[in-house]
C-alpha cells in the first residue's frame, strides 16, 4: 500500500499562483501512477491532471490545460501541481490519488489509494 498526503493549499487572489505536493510512503513510489482530483462544494469530484509512474506523459482537464502542470520527482515520493493563473472557479478541496500501475487516467475509480486533500481558495 502507499499513503499519500497532500500540502500546499491556501487562500490566493484570483490571477495568483500555488503549488501542491503530495507526499507518498509505503510502498515504492515509482511504482504508481499518480492523478489530482477537485471537489467543490455541492459538486461530485473531478478529474484535474495525471502523469505516469516514470513522469514522462501527463493529461490534463481542459478547464486547467495551460494553466496547471503536474510533476513528480520520484527521488523525494513526491507529486506536485503547480497552479498558475487561478480562477476563482477552481476553488475546491484537491486531493492526490495512487494506483499501481503505468498510468491511472481520468476516471477517480481507476484509483486506489487517496489523501485527505487540501482546500484551495481563490478570490475575485
Known amino acids: 500500500q502507499v499513503q499519500v498526503v497532500e500540502s500546499g493549499g491556501g487562500l490566493v487572489q484570483a490571477g495568483g499562483s500555488l503549488r501542491l505536493s503530495c507526499a507518498a510512503s509505503?510502498?515504492?513510489?515509482?511504482?504508481?501512477?499518480m492523478g489530482w482530483f477537485r471537489q467543490a462544494p455541492g459538486n461530485e469530484r473531478e478529474f484535474v491532471a495525471a502523469?505516469?509512474?516514470?513522469?514522462?506523459?501527463?493529461s490534463y482537464a481542459d478547464s486547467v490545460k495551460g494553466r496547471f502542470t503536474i510533476s513528480r520527482d520520484n527521488a523525494k515520493n513526491t507529486v506536485y501541481l503547480q497552479m498558475n493563473s487561478l480562477k476563482p472557479e477552481d476553488t475546491a478541496v484537491y486531493y492526490c490519488?495512487?494506483?499501481?500501475?503505468?498510468?491511472?487516467?481520468?476516471?477517480?475509480?481507476?484509483?486506489?489509494?487517496w489523501g485527505q486533500g487540501t482546500q484551495v481558495t481563490v478570490s475575485s
Open positions: 490519488a495512487a494506483v499501481d500501475t503505468f498510468y491511472g487516467g481520468t476516471y477517480r475509480s481507476a484509483y486506489d489509494y
Open positions: 502523469i505516469t509512474r516514470s513522469g514522462g506523459r501527463t
Open positions: 509505503g510502498r515504492t513510489f515509482s511504482s504508481y501512477a
